[in-house]
Every structure is written in structure tokens, then in C-alpha cells.
């Protein structure tokens, strides 16, 4: 009966570790996929500010093409019509790209919301495998208290009259 109790509790603590491990696995998958989201919630910043920086580049050259003395000069004007041709272009780009990092966030944030529900379920598992732990530790201790009872009880009715012959 020792061996039976003894292998319960060796299957209880293996798979308590394993579920350990699944939950440190789980948890790292977790925070590389924060970091990853972290990394394209960035990405979205700095597109969103070049293109801020672009749209205010633009306005600044229409303000300065309405100055009389820029239409004057032909070569200024050719200049800045060339000038408006790269902005526009560098804020269509940005735009465009624009869309491909929120997509990209938005992959983000369900393989997120994907690892922290893998890692919360390990834990879950984990904590049950933690109260099982408990419990069989728990029945092996009432079954060695009642064994150890019994051979008490047995060695005091081998010897009715305390031990006296």
C-alpha cells in the first residue's frame, strides 16, 4: 500500500511540474506577443507622425507658392511644383503603409488576446493540478495516521493486560 501511495504522489508532483512548464511556456509566448504589439503599436505612431509631418510640409508649400514673388521666378516655380509632386508621393506611400501596420497591429493584438488565453488556461490547469497535489497529499496522510492507528491498536490487543503475562 506504501508503494501504490508513494507512486500517487510522484504522478501528482510530475504533473504539477508539467503543468509548470506549460504555463513558463505559455507566459513567454504571452509576453513576445505583447512585445510584438508593442512594436507595431510604435510602427502606426510613426507613420501617423510622417504623415503629419508630410500634410504640414504640403500646406507650408502652398502658403509659400502664394507668395507673389515665388511666381515671378519660374525656376522657383518649377521647384516647388516638384517639391508638392515628392510630397504628395511620399504621403501616399505613407498612407498606404499606414493601412498595412494597423493591419499588422490588429494580427497583433489576436495573437495577443490568443497567448494570454493559452497562458490563463495553463494556469487554470496548473492551480488544479496544485489541489490535486494537496488532496493526495492530504489522503495519504489520513491513510498513514490510520494505518499507524491500526497497528497501535493492534499491538495493544496482542497484549491484553499491557503487556503483562
Same mark, same amino acid.
Given at each position: =500500500? ?24 505559455? !507566459? ?15 510602427? $502606426?505612431?510613426?507613420?501617423?507622425? #510622417? ?6 510640409q ?12 515665388? %511666381?515671378?521666378?519660374?525656376?522657383? %516655380? &518649377?521647384? =516647388?511644383h516638384t ?8 504621403? @501616399?506611400?505613407? &498612407?498606404?503603409?499606414? !493601412?498595412?501596420?494597423? *493591419? +499588422? ?5 489576436? !495573437? ?5 488565453? &493559452?497562458?490563463?488556461? +495553463?494556469?487554470?490547469?496548473? #492551480? @488544479?493540478? *496544485? ?11 489520513? $491513510? *498513514? ?5 491500526? !497497528?497501535? *491498536? ?8 499491557? @503487556?503483562?503475562?
Amino acid at each position: =500500500m506504501q508503494a501504490n501511495q508513494k507512486q500517487r504522489r510522484q504522478q501528482a508532483n510530475q504533473l504539477l511540474r508539467l503543468h509548470q512548464m506549460r504555463v513558463k511556456a505559455c !507566459e513567454v509566448r504571452y509576453h513576445e506577443a505583447k512585445n510584438k504589439r508593442d512594436e507595431a503599436v510604435e510602427d $502606426v505612431r510613426q507613420r501617423q507622425a #510622417s504623415i503629419t509631418r508630410l500634410k504640414n510640409q504640403h500646406s507650408d508649400l502652398f502658403s509659400y507658392l502664394d507668395d507673389i514673388a515665388v %511666381v515671378e521666378s519660374p525656376v522657383k %516655380v &518649377e521647384r =516647388m511644383h516638384t517639391r508638392r509632386y515628392w510630397l504628395e508621393y511620399d504621403l @501616399g506611400k505613407d &498612407e498606404y503603409y499606414l !493601412e498595412l501596420d494597423i *493591419e +499588422a497591429l490588429n494580427e497583433a493584438d489576436e !495573437e495577443v488576446a490568443k497567448a494570454k488565453g &493559452e497562458w490563463l488556461r +495553463a494556469r487554470y490547469r496548473e #492551480s @488544479g493540478a *496544485e489541489k490535486m497535489l494537496k488532496e493526495t497529499q492530504r489522503g495519504i496522510a489520513v $491513510v *498513514e495516521e490510520q494505518s499507524q492507528e491500526l !497497528e497501535n *491498536e493492534e499491538s495493544r490487543s496482542a497484549f491484553p493486560f499491557g @503487556g503483562v503475562l
